[in-house]
């Protein structure tokens, strides 16, 4: 019976680390240990003026992270904005804050949600073009991507 332990708990130690994946809370596959930015694009915009990036944030990661803030080398500011209704059923927008996303979920930066204000763009801005956008994660760091410019139906 002493024979078997050390088997068994090698057996355990190395396959639990081997685990690499695993269902999220919304029922997806994960990979543990990454945060994944994906579906990023952002609208078009006129040099000077502002424009908006959008993505899916997913937390593959075995631990709550907190997005913190935005950058981009196309814009002299980014800001994590979200949108809101007045009592008088106005729209409006203002800074979101931090953000966090819990282990295993996405968070979706969409038009008329939170979005990525880009912010007194270095230059224009057209369909076709791409930019670097750089998220600050609390615990995963920066994260850069590179989107497409386009117009989302």
Not at 7 to 36: A, P, R, T
Not at 96 to 120: C, E, R, S, V
């Amino acid at each position: 019976m002493k024979k078997i332990y050390p088997v068994l708990f090698i057996l355990l130690f190395f396959g639990g680390c081997n685990s690499k994946s695993g269902k999220g809370n919304n029922g997806h596959d994960i990979v543990l240990g990454k945060i994944e930015l994906s579906n990023a694009w952002a609208r078009p915009g006129a040099k000077g003026q502002n424009s908006a990036a959008y993505l899916t944030i997913t937390n593959g990661t075995a631990t709550n992270d907190t997005l913190t803030g935005a950058s981009s080398n196309i814009s002299q500011k980014a800001q994590v904005h979200e949108t809101f209704k007045t009592d008088s059923g106005e729209t409006g927008m203002r800074p979101a804050g931090n953000l966090i996303i819990n282990a295993g979920d996405k968070l979706q930066i969409t038009p008329d949600n939170y979005h990525i204000m880009l912010m007194g763009l270095n230059k224009e801005l057209a369909v076709g073009d791409s930019l670097d956008l750089t998220l600050e994660f609390r615990h995963a760091g920066h994260q850069t991507v590179r989107i497409p410019v386009k117009i989302q139906n």
